[in-house]
């Protein structure tokens, strides 16, 4: 069940990024193809975010693997609709890289933050018993 509901979760964050990416881009057509591919793959993404889950792999190894598990994703993604040139993936590899590591460092700082607030809860709890 936790396979199909990561799976869900990630066919609607990829079609909201997907269709947004159409949008801001002036897209004004694509085949049922690229619709059906992009959410597929994009629900594969989400299953991709179980990986943060398995017990006895370093923080570093997890993120590591998401990240190698994404980016085969959004290429294979790219390369099948045809989106971007075969020469270009160096390019797209790098591009990817840095939203992927802003992204990361952003959700980072968020859960710190969350993660001291709960310390510092439980700290003050703990003093006045």
């Not at 909201?16 to 049922?32: E, H, K, R």
């Not at 993604?77 to 075969?86: C, G, S, T």
């Amino acid at each position: 069940m936790k396979v199909l509901k990561s799976y869900i979760i990630g066919v609607g964050i990829g079609q909201i990024f997907y269709i947004s990416s159409l949008m801001l881009f002036g897209i004004s057509s694509q085949s049922l193809s690229n619709i059906a591919s992009t959410a597929f793959l994009s629900g594969f993404m989400g299953v991709a975010s179980l990986i943060y889950g398995v017990k006895g792999l370093s923080p570093l190894s997890r993120s590591l693997l998401h990240f190698v598990m994404i980016l085969s994703l959004a290429t294979g993604m790219v390369i099948y609709n045809k989106w971007l040139p075969l020469d270009y993936f160096l390019g797209f590899a790098f591009e990817f890289t840095v939203i992927y590591l802003l992204i990361w460092t952003l959700t980072y700082l968020l859960e710190r933050r969350k993660i001291n607030r709960i310390n510092q809860t439980l700290l003050k709890t703990r003093n006045k018993s």
